[in-house]
């Protein structure tokens, strides 16, 4: 491969980011880099959108009040919502196979993956507040609930912009 040193005309996508790589290969490595993190996404989100479907089907469902009933139901959208936009940049990928637009696919990709963040915390939240209230009553719930989304976007949010800022 040549490259800049060795008189070539290839060009750094970002110069003076210590690569020497073309746009292409900055675009495939990012690619990449979103690929792993959707094989992540891809697993939690459909083993929780497959825990909360078999709920429904257990004898105690019957037992619950109206108001866990709708938490759970907004629970599961929330779920089934987080595990079809994961699986969303595949369709994408499938649309654009060999039309020479990876930034749009990468460029969407890492959309969507914030937005998968953002839903499956949410539907994270829902399975605390469900699980709290059936197990131990309403005020437990609010504070698990609570709890769940100050630490889900302290993990998420917080420390990620933090470490964007420092230069640790």
Do not use: C
């Not at 078999?54 to 019957?62: G, I, L, M, P, R």
């Not at 779920?79 to 696919?105: E, K, N, Y």
């Amino acid at each position: 491969m040549e490259s800049k040193q060795d008189g070539g005309d290839r060009r750094d996508a970002i110069p003076d980011d210590g690569r020497d790589e073309t746009e292409a290969e900055r675009l495939d490595r990012n690619w990449n880099a979103l690929l792993q993190e959707l094989r992540v996404l891809e697993t939690g989100t459909q083993i929780l959108t497959g825990f909360l479907l078999t709920v429904a089907f257990q004898q105690t469902f019957a037992k619950l009040e109206p108001d866990e009933v709708a938490i759970y139901l907004v629970t599961v959208s929330l779920a089934a919502l987080a595990t079809v936009l994961v699986l969303s940049p595949v369709a994408i990928h499938r649309g654009l196979f060999r039309q020479h637009r990876m930034s749009v696919l990468v460029r969407w990709t890492d959309r969507i993956v914030r937005a998968v963040l953002a839903v499956a915390g949410l539907a994270i939240v829902g399975v605390a507040v469900l699980v709290f209230r059936v197990a131990a009553g309403p005020a437990a719930a609010i504070v698990a609930g609570i709890a769940m989304l100050v630490v889900i976007a302290s993990a998420w949010v917080a420390l990620p912009l933090g470490l964007r800022r420092s230069r640790d």
